[in-house]
């Protein structure tokens, strides 16, 4: 399958989920589909429901994922601690390790098969949510660096569209649609004629990325087309 195709496929199912555990059979597709050892989704804070460790979704053994929160290692996770402070992508390879804390918390996730490798992308909400999305893999330390810089651009996105449907479906998103900065001036730039190619170029993005924002905005607004949903975001005021 083509790449393009994969992440298409991928967000197109995360748009139809009907509930989180719906989202954890996908995640599993996904896991599979661009062949890395787990994914996990992790909202930290809806400040709007004053909600923290809100949503888990993740793809990690049983046992793993009972003992974590049994133990409430959130609090103790180095790769939590430093991936809510930051706002780029954090390699584990640059977490710190050095207490006899994290050292412990390393040896069991990894006699519990979380994955040698890994990255969390941190995930920044329209309401002030803050999220993480993992990826991790068993490759070489080398091998890991080239696929990751390989599927960042896709993991960002796929990192954006979970958090969206994920917050969406545990009921902590408000039923007034907020969009994104992007999705308004794709949006803004249709209602005036434009075509997706002139708005890329506008814009300064590739005509996929136009697309998926574009979908995005479809999606938050229920629409079935972006003639609606331009009319639908002009109707309650977001343009």
Request: net charge neutral.
């Amino acid at each position: 399958m083509e790449t393009d195709e994969r992440l298409e496929g991928a967000i197109d199912q995360i748009l139809l989920a009907r509930s989180t555990l719906e989202l954890n059979t996908i995640l599993r597709a996904i896991r599979s589909d661009f062949d890395v050892a787990n994914i996990a989704y992790h909202a930290v804070s809806i400040p709007a429901h004053d909600a923290r460790n809100a949503i888990l979704i993740v793809t990690y053994e049983d046992a793993w994922v009972q003992r974590y929160t049994a133990r409430d290692y959130f609090w103790v996770d180095p790769v939590i601690r430093a991936g809510v402070k930051g706002f780029l992508p954090l390699d584990w390879s640059e977490v710190d390790r050095s207490s006899p804390e994290a050292q412990q918390f390393f040896r069991e996730a990894d006699a519990h098969h979380v994955g040698r490798e890994g990255m969390t992308l941190p995930v920044r909400g329209p309401a002030g949510e803050r999220a993480l999305f993992t990826v991790t893999s068993n490759l070489s330390g080398q091998e890991w660096k080239a696929k990751r810089l390989l599927c960042m651009r896709d993991f960002q996105i796929l990192a954006h569209f979970l958090h969206n449907r994920a917050v969406e479906l545990a009921g902590y998103r408000s039923k007034q649609a907020v969009l994104s900065v992007r999705e308004v001036q794709c949006l803004e730039r249709i209602a005036t004629g434009r075509n997706v190619k002139q708005v890329a170029s506008e814009l300064g993005l590739s005509i996929s990325a136009v697309n998926l924002y574009l979908r995005s905005a479809r999606s938050k607004l229920k629409c079935a087309s972006v003639a609606e949903a331009v009319v639908k975001a002009t109707r309650v005021e977001l343009l």
